[in-house]
């Protein structure tokens, strides 16, 4: 299934990805694109059918921003209306119930980084290259970085990133949280899938509520997130996922969602399907 020719989306065995495909400009993100992702975003969250999402972009690239080409001088107010635009679908993804795999490979630039960030595993190639270099245009970090980046990194580092503007690689990435895990490029897809295949084996209740309240935390109190854990457990605990987890531990069967998952080339499967 196709959004527009900017956006390529697959559904798979319940994992549905979503390639950014704008190859000759490294799939910046541009008007269609940004349209697009928020078509696709709106659609998976209420289709219960697809259980996971990756990202990823076309060719050797993630994505490197946006279109700065397109810009052009806006008033205050024209300005905050193109980012109050984007922020529906970006809330929409960070927000999603379902798990969410970033595969970045080359670079993942300004809003590019800021889309990674907003998934909740971040699997990146040896060659990946994450920069925020919104200052050097004078802009502020969007797409939702200014909310993602202090809490996967810590307020220095994320100031450090933003106020320097430096590139940096997968290796470091990683080292300072940004990054889940780095795969070779050939694979990073396979990986990305064989990840998101792994969590939709999870309780959609129970990673749903998980992750709406691990996105609250940082903001809330003690208080507030012991209640919302009393009012969440209470409806995990009454689950046909649970009532068979708890069975298959009397029966001594091995549970239906195990982690780690195998690395995807120890899984022809995967590796042929990608």
Known sequence: MTENNTLLVDVVDGVATLTLNRIE????????????????????????????????????????????????????????????????????????????????????????????????????????????????????????????????LGLARAKDLVFTAREIGAEEAQRIGAVFEIAPAESVHARAVQIAQSLCQTSSVAFGLSKRALNLSLGSDLRTMLELESAAQGIAISTAFHAEAVQRFKDKQPPRFQWPAAQAAQDDRISKAS
């Not at 975003?41 to 700065?68: K, P, Q, T």
């Not at 798990?99 to 980084?113: K, L």
């Not at 960030?117 to 970085?145: E, H, N, Q, S």
Request: aromatic share 6%.
């Open 25 to 152: 400009q490294k799939n910046a993100l541009n008007l269609p694109m940004r349209s697009a992702l928020n078509d696709a975003i709106h659609r998976i969250r209420h289709d219960r059918a697809i259980r996971a999402v990756v990202l990823r972009g076309a060719g050797n690239e993630f994505c490197s921003g946006g279109d700065v080409r397109g810009m052009t001088t806006r008033s205050a107010e024209e300005g905050r209306n193109a980012i109050d635009d984007l922020h529906g679908w970006v809330a929409a993804l960070m927000d999603l119930d379902r798990p969410v795999i970033a595969a970045v490979d080359g670079v993942a630039y300004g809003a590019g980084f800021s889309l990674a960030l907003a998934a909740d595993f971040l699997i990146a190639t040896p060659r990946a290259r994450f920069c925020m270099p919104f200052i050097k245009i004078g802009l502020v970090p969007d797409c939702g970085a200014l909310y993602t980046l202090p809490r996967a």
